[in-house]
């Protein structure tokens, strides 16, 4: 039953965060609006807005550069093991 | 009272976000009855719209007696991590880091799976009905999500069940009229769409929900979607660059 239950919660929160980066980013720039909204609501706006696509750029290109730099890993150890 | 300018992007990002969630869950459903059977297909389907009704049974009400502001934030915020994990996923598809999210690939492997004798119970097929099952719960549950996101908080409940409803019809009519997996829908683009229409209203009810008076109230939305495309399509540019990936 607790099993399922966490399995459940699992699937349910895998809704939602996928890339736990991008979740971060989006739940930091989210306190960094609320903080902001404190002295204008327009400003509040602007940083959740700049935040939010800070944060979807900056994940892209971090996955991008750690999948190409594992690509680059694997090509030194082929090389490696081929020079044997 | 409601008008179709403000109903229609609740309208459509409901009918595009239930689009690509019938896709999944009638494509699993199409696989299981072909190999399996309907009748325990079926069942399955039945179930978990079943209990998918039991739940917006049990939640419907209790939206109405939550605040507005906390509801705005708590929607807005998980909207903004479902339509940015879209978003994000699919421009990784876009420049090749993930590969395609391809139906024929999900029907193909979940036919072999299902054509395994080792799993072919005698009367009701329990495989066949708790992958139809769990299919039509999980991706129900996404649309029922949907639509509470894109319609509880401005009162477009309505609106954005009637485009979600019309998803789903066109998606089953299809599916019915084809009998076949629907990998012809450009499901990449499509997810890419939803993405940033529900990373747009999540932006925009986030905001309202911390006080954000945004210029142009409702109108501020096309524009926000519009700041997410751009930044998406830049960003796709930026890591397709060869030299960019070549240096890293």
Request: with cysteine; aromatic share 6%; glycine share 10%.
């Amino acid at each position: 039953m607790v099993k399922v239950l966490a399995r459940l919660l699992r699937e349910l929160a895998g809704l939602f965060v996928d890339d736990g980066l991008l979740a971060i980013f989006v739940l930091g720039s989210v306190a960094a609006a609320a903080v902001a909204s404190l002295l204008s609501g327009l400003w509040g706006g602007c940083v959740l807005l700049a935040g939010s696509l800070w944060a979807l750029s900056v994940s892209v290109i971090g996955r991008a550069r750690a999948e190409s730099s594992g690509e680059h890993l694997g090509r030194f150890r082929q090389r490696l093991q081929g020079g044997r | 009272m409601t008008t179709l300018n403000m109903a229609f992007p609740a309208i459509s990002a409901a009918f595009l976000g239930a689009l690509v969630e019938a896709v999944e869950a009638v494509t699993i459903v199409l696989a299981v009855a072909t190999v399996r059977g309907w009748r325990s297909a079926g069942i399955g389907a039945l179930a978990g719209l079943g209990a998918l009704a039991l739940l917006v049974l049990i939640l419907g009400p209790l939206l109405e007696r939550v605040p507005l502001r906390p509801l705005q934030l708590v929607i807005g915020v998980l909207l903004l991590l479902f339509g940015m994990r879209w978003l994000h996923k699919a421009i990784l598809r876009a420049v090749g880091i993930i590969p395609l999210h391809d139906e024929q690939i999900i029907f193909e492997r979940q036919s072999a799976l299902l054509r395994d004798p080792a799993h072919r119970p005698a009367r009701l097929d329990r495989i066949a009905a708790l992958a139809s099952f769990k299919a039509v719960l999980l991706e129900g549950l996404e649309v029922v999500f949907i639509v509470l996101a894109v319609g509880a908080s401005h009162g477009l409940l309505g609106a954005a069940t009637l485009g979600a409803l019309a998803a789903c019809l066109l998606i089953i009519a299809i599916a019915w009229a084809v009998r076949r997996p629907l990998a012809r829908l450009p499901e990449n683009t499509l997810k890419f769409a939803v993405g940033i229409l529900l990373s747009a209203f999540g932006v925009f009810w986030t905001g309202e929900g911390l006080g954000v008076a945004w210029p142009g109230d409702d109108f501020a939305i096309p524009g926000i979607a519009a700041l997410f495309l751009l930044v998406a399509l830049a960003t796709i540019e930026f890591v397709r660059r060869p030299g960019m990936r070549a240096r890293w």
